[in-house]
């Protein structure tokens, strides 16, 4: 049973400053890797969805990478913003299953 | 864009009632899931379908049913709500070519009382 661990739980950081969000999986076998943000009380918005051949994926400035061997996968956002006050969930997927972690609550002080 | 629609953001029901929550997609996706989301236990797969009429359990299929008569309608059934049922709800629908993600609805507040 895949299990997927998200490091730190919650972080707090003054705008303009750099986040990492890592997370990391216990079954390397997976097909591929979401990122989400939830807001309170929302549904889940995908982010990022990186292959497992790639190695990282960008979106503006949202970059995500991952090590598949080793079952880590790494989430910087850059020069945050207080709009991206959220939770951040990652989900390592077995073709269509996906195995979700507790998630990073971020807090972006203006 | 992909929308998954969700037929009620909130929704309050009483212990033994038979309870329906409803899930549309607008992509003509294959797959559709239902999720619930607890505090301290996260997202955890109820009921998976990969096609019309197809159905699979996820990890807690116990004290629900689903149907999929049309591809784009997927519903989760609570035979007897019991209070232990409250939870958030999410839907969830992807496309069955390799490597697609998933895409969710806004999910529904389920309090069973």
């Known amino acids: 049973k895949q299990e997927v661990t998200q490091i730190p739980a919650a972080l707090s950081v003054p705008e303009g400053e750099n986040l990492v969000l890592n997370c990391s999986f216990t079954?390397?076998?997976?097909?591929?890797l979401q990122w989400f943000r939830q807001d309170p009380g929302k549904g889940l918005t995908s982010l990022l969805l990186i292959q497992s051949s790639q190695r990282e994926q960008t979106s503006g400035r949202l970059n995500a990478s991952l090590d598949k061997s080793s079952g880590r996968s790494t989430l910087y956002i850059a020069a945050s913003q207080p709009g991206d006050s959220a939770t951040y969930l990652c989900?390592?997927?077995?073709?269509?299953?996906?195995?979700f972690g507790a998630g990073t609550t971020v807090t972006v002080r203006a | 864009d992909v929308k998954v629609t969700q037929s009620s953001r909130y929704l309050v029901k009483r212990t033994g009632e038979k309870v329906f929550l409803e899930c549309v997609q607008d992509m003509d996706h294959e797959n559709m899931f239902w999720y619930r989301q607890d505090p301290g236990l996260g997202l955890r797969l109820i009921y998976f379908?990969?096609?019309?009429?197809?159905?699979e359990k996820g990890d807690i299929p116990e004290g629900y049913s689903v149907s999929r008569e049309k591809k784009e309608r997927f519903s989760l059934i609570l035979e007897s709500a019991s209070t232990n049922q409250t939870s958030m709800y999410l839907c969830?629908?992807?496309?069955?070519?390799?490597?697609?993600?998933?895409?969710f609805g806004d999910g529904t507040r389920l309090s069973i009382l």
């Open positions: 969830a629908s992807s496309s069955n070519r390799a490597g697609q993600p998933q895409h």
């Open positions: 079954d390397s076998a997976i097909y591929n």
């Open positions: 989900a390592p997927s077995d073709d269509y299953k996906l195995s």
């Open positions: 379908s990969y096609d019309v009429k197809m159905k």
